[in-house]
C-alpha cells in the first residue's frame, strides 16, 4: 500500500523542482517522479498544459475542469487522485507567485460579509 501523503508530497516536490529549474529536465539529479504517481502525474500534466491565465496569472484547475478531462478521455479520477491534483495544483500556484516576485498569495479579507455593506456597495 502506498502512503498517499508520502506519495502527494514527492510529486510536489517534483513539480518544485522541475519549476525552480526548467531547464535542467533532464539533469541526472532532477528527482524522478514515483511509479505510484505516474498516472496522476500525468493527469496532473495534461490539465496544467490546458491551464488558463488571466492578467494576475495562472488560474487554478477546477473541478469541472478535471470532470471535463475525465470524460472526454473516459479514464475515471479517482478521489484521491482528485487530492493530489489539487495538492500540486496548489504547489503550482504558490510557485508561480513566488516566480512573479510576490512571496505570499494576496491578502484575503475575512471579515464577516452583511447586508448592510452589500446595500451600502451596490446601493441594493
Given at each position: 500500500m502506498v502512503?498517499?501523503?508520502?506519495?502527494?508530497?514527492r510529486?510536489c516536490e517534483?513539480?518544485?523542482?522541475?519549476m525552480?529549474?526548467?531547464?535542467?529536465?533532464s539533469?541526472?539529479?532532477?528527482?524522478?517522479?514515483?511509479?505510484?504517481g505516474e498516472?496522476?502525474?500525468?493527469?496532473?500534466l495534461?490539465?496544467?498544459?490546458a491551464?488558463t491565465?488571466?492578467g494576475?496569472?495562472?488560474?487554478?484547475?477546477?473541478?469541472?475542469e478535471i470532470?471535463?478531462?475525465?470524460?472526454?478521455y473516459?479514464e475515471?479520477?479517482?478521489p484521491?487522485e482528485?487530492?493530489?491534483?489539487?495538492?500540486?495544483?496548489?504547489?503550482?500556484?504558490?510557485?508561480?507567485?513566488?516566480k512573479?516576485g510576490?512571496?505570499?498569495a494576496?491578502e484575503?479579507?475575512?471579515?464577516p460579509?452583511?447586508?448592510?455593506?452589500f446595500?451600502a456597495?451596490?446601493?441594493a
Amino acid at each position: 500500500m502506498v502512503d498517499l501523503d508520502w506519495l502527494t508530497e514527492r510529486l510536489c516536490e517534483v513539480l518544485r523542482w522541475h519549476m525552480a529549474k526548467p531547464d535542467r529536465a533532464s539533469d541526472p539529479l532532477a528527482p524522478d517522479v514515483p511509479f505510484a504517481g505516474e498516472r496522476v502525474w500525468s493527469i496532473f500534466l495534461a490539465l496544467n498544459a490546458a491551464r488558463t491565465g488571466s492578467g494576475f496569472g495562472p488560474n487554478p484547475i477546477t473541478h469541472p475542469e478535471i470532470d471535463a478531462w475525465s470524460r472526454l478521455y473516459r479514464e475515471p479520477v479517482w478521489p484521491f487522485e482528485l487530492d493530489i491534483i489539487r495538492a500540486l495544483d496548489g504547489a503550482f500556484l504558490k510557485a508561480s507567485l513566488q516566480k512573479s516576485g510576490q512571496a505570499d498569495a494576496p491578502e484575503v479579507n475575512l471579515r464577516p460579509f452583511s447586508l448592510d455593506v452589500f446595500d451600502a456597495v451596490f446601493g441594493a
